[in-house]
């Protein structure tokens, strides 16, 4: 799926752990979401849409029955977004709970990957 926003720069936010207080896979299938949203999610992508086009990023997409599971969970729980897609499209911003950033500096960013601590779900 291809996002073309000519008039508001597209931000992609990760579905589980962003949007959603993911626990940690639980053998219930990439179609069946049992967590509930972030506190404040809601609002928050209804404030970012006035200056964005906001995209949900998931690798659930790829899978059978998972876009529209995320699609099912954004309704049920009122959150509008203007895409969801297993693609990470050209965004001038992601936003995902996994993630080392990087400045431009492969040294720093190595340090940061050698310290890296993968966030645990049973913390």
Known sequence: ??????????????????????????????????????????EAIKKLREKYTVVIHSVRCSHHGGRQSIVEYLEKYGITVDGVTANKPLASMYVDDKAIPFDGNWDRALRRIKRFKQWSYED
């Open 1 to 42: 799926m291809i996002f073309n926003s000519k008039t508001k720069p597209i931000i992609c936010l990760d579905f589980d752990g962003v949007v959603n207080n993911y626990k940690g896979w639980r053998d219930e299938g990439f179609n069946v979401i049992l967590d509930t949203p972030v506190q404040g999610t809601q």
